[in-house]
């Protein structure tokens, strides 16, 4: 079982473990998983390398990870991405640069009008503190109605705690596959989160209300066909040469094919296919498919 935070906590791989299933996914960044995630020395992660990529985007290290109930420790490796990192970090400075406009939006209108009042002055403050990035500035508010002084500065300890985290998640298992192996599983989830989307939306098979047991295994029988040749499709796509072309992609090309019905002086009808381009003529001669024309009666 592969899964996300949603789907991997505590709870759930103690269940896990009872029912001897493998499993593999990230745990939600609980405080005690980011103390531990931040105890750990940047140099004690190692450069990860796996099949396709084409340079060390990730870095790993493993560390028991105690859970709660009954105090079962399960495999954690802490995986460091170089590149969410630097994004983290831009987008957290981003948010304390708004944080800080906003209290000095308020300290510019300080002792006019409502901001005179020292109740309203520290409601405003508790309004541009709010949210996650909110808790990174210091505020004191003083003086009395009239007189009422602001100040907000920068909290840098925090700063370099959450700093600590950047790029950084835990990902339990319970199978002894490398670290290669494991990030490289964990990311080839999408894979199927987009076959599941692909169900959910893109299916020509609709849901109706059902309520006999035999139609409803009919519909879902009906809707797993359907995902399966949509799965083969793109599958066999891949292997014929196209690259990494999606079904969606291929039914995009498809979705235009002009039919146009003439008929001859003789008064003999005839069907002719109009707007076949050449990268579809080459994806049904790479699929083995015959070209539109084939299936018109003449």
Not at 4 to 27: E, H, N, P, Q, W
Not at 62 to 72: P, S, W, Y
Not at 92 to 116: H, P, Q, T, W, Y
Request: with cysteine.
């Amino acid at each position: 079982m592969v899964g996300d935070r949603s789907t991997i906590t505590t709870d759930t791989v103690s269940l896990l473990l009872d029912s001897s299933m493998d499993f593999l996914g990230a745990l939600k960044m609980t405080q005690p998983i980011q103390d531990l995630v931040a105890s750990i020395d940047d140099i004690e992660f190692k450069a990860v390398e796996y099949e396709g990529a084409t340079e060390a985007k990730y870095r790993s290290c493993e560390r028991h990870v105690n859970l709660k109930k009954e105090g079962r420790v399960v495999r954690g490796v802490v995986v460091w991405s170089l590149k969410k990192a630097q994004e983290d970090s831009k987008r957290r400075e981003v948010a304390l640069k708004k944080v800080l406009s906003d209290f000095e939006k308020v300290r510019a209108k300080l002792n006019m009008g409502r901001l005179k009042r020292r109740d309203y002055v520290e409601k405003k403050v508790k309004e541009a503190s709010e949210g996650k990035f909110g808790k990174l500035v210091k505020v004191e508010v003083g003086g009395l109605d009239g007189c009422v002084s602001l100040r907000f500065w920068r909290d840098e300890e925090a700063l370099r705690r959450l700093g600590r985290l950047d790029g950084k998640h835990v990902l339990v298992t319970s199978v002894d596959w490398s670290a290669s192996k494991v990030i490289e599983t964990y990311r080839g989830r999408y894979v199927v989160e987009s076959w599941i989307s692909n169900m959910k939306s893109r299916l020509a098979v609709r849901s109706v209300f059902l309520h006999g047991d035999e139609r409803v295994l009919a519909l879902v029988a009906m809707t797993v066909l359907s995902l399966l040749v949509y799965s083969v499709l793109e599958v066999l796509a891949r292997r014929s040469g196209l690259g990494k072309v999606t079904s969606r992609m291929l039914f995009w090309e498809f979705q235009k094919i002009i039919l146009i019905k003439l008929v001859l002086g003789s008064g003999e009808p005839m069907n002719v296919v109009e707007d076949v381009t050449k990268f579809q003529a080459e994806i049904l001669t790479r699929l083995g498919f015959p070209l539109p024309e084939a299936f018109i009666n003449v």
